[in-house]
């Protein structure tokens, strides 16, 4: 089955507490990219990534790292959590030959930092 | 980033009623696509939508692209407690890679 993985799907944190949320594909996508979900503020994009080796800033970078080793993993990084980074978090994968970015999107993971 | 509007913001109708939620920029997209998420999971992918003034049925949802390509359009008829969710449109502007996502239409539909 065609599907993107999140680990975990649920975390409480505290503060400054280093933590990785996991990304994993199974389409062999190209392209993979990081959201966070907040009531009133939408999906807005951390990072994504077009290839191995290749990532660039989203809209709201400050705080998190990725890294993307491998095509079909792309792990979130919270150095050091802040409350502010309690949110919903999903990964997504898609295709790029056509240029339309279709995203499939994991089951989220809801992450809450004290 | 592009600013992308959604409107309305909410919607709560009863079963059988039609409804049209809007997507609307400033700015010509080269794509725009359309998601619907329940409660818990992750956005799913409805429709992209690719040539100014296409139209797109499933089953009884009808998705229009506008013919400038700035606005697009969802329009669902005989609505059913099955259509409740957040309503998503993404847009891809010129040759870039990052998709921008309106705030979305958080539908109710009652029985």
Redesign the interface.
């Known amino acids: 089955e065609a599907q993107?993985t999140q680990n975990p799907r649920y975390l409480i944190t505290v503060t400054g507490k280093k933590l990785t949320v996991t990304c994993s594909q199974n389409m062999n996508h190209e392209?993979m990219?990081w959201?966070r979900q907040d009531p009133?503020?939408?999906?807005?994009?951390i990072y994504?990534s077009?290839n191995v080796e290749v990532t660039?800033k989203?809209?709201v970078p400050e705080g998190y790292k990725v890294s993307r080793k491998e095509k079909r993993n792309f792990p979130l990084i919270l150095e050091s959590p802040s409350p502010n980074q309690t949110s919903l978090y999903?990964c997504?994968s898609s295709q790029?030959d056509r240029?339309?970015?279709?995203?499939?999107?994991?089951?989220?993971t809801r992450l809450t930092v004290t | 980033?592009q600013l992308l509007e959604q409107s309305p913001q909410f919607l709560s109708i009863q079963e059988g009623e039609n409804l049209t939620v809007y997507c609307n920029s400033s700015s010509v997209f080269?794509?725009l696509?359309w998601?619907r998420q329940e409660p818990?999971?992750?956005?799913?992918?409805l429709v992209?939508v690719?040539t100014g003034g296409e139209v797109k049925k499933l089953k009884r949802l009808t998705f229009q692209f506008g013919d400038a390509r700035k606005d697009s359009s969802l329009h669902i008829t005989a609505a059913q407690p099955g259509d409740t969710g957040l309503y998503?449109c993404?847009g891809?502007w010129g040759?870039g890679?990052?998709?921008?996502?309106?705030?979305?239409t958080s539908l109710l539909v009652t029985p």
């Open positions: 993107v392209y990219s959201y009133g503020l939408g999906l807005r994009q994504y077009m660039d989203g809209d999903f997504a790029t240029g339309l970015y279709e995203q499939y999107f994991g089951p989220g | 980033t080269s794509s696509q998601y818990g999971e992750g956005p799913v992918l992209t690719v998503l993404a891809v040759s890679y990052a998709l921008n996502f309106g705030k979305g």
